[in-house]
């Protein structure tokens, strides 16, 4: 994924090792369910946007954003 100049890479992240944020749980079930996929337990939050990033660029809703 292409990210922005503000955009660190999740691997950056001095936090990127805690838990997932109820946010993206709720966001990557949400696109796990359309994509037929299940979420993995205790992901951390680096691990939760990559796996964000790669479900929304298989999700045909999202393709157009």
Not at 39 to 63: C, H, T
Request: aromatic residues 4%.
């Amino acid at each position: 994924m292409n990210r922005g100049p503000m955009e660190k890479d999740p691997e950056e992240w001095t936090t990127g090792d805690e838990p997932m944020t109820a946010p993206q749980e709720s966001y990557l079930r949400t696109l796990a369910r359309e994509a037929g996929e299940e979420v993995p337990e205790n992901l951390s939050k680096a691990d939760a946007s990559k796996l964000i990033d790669e479900l929304r660029g298989r999700s045909e809703r999202l393709q157009g954003e």
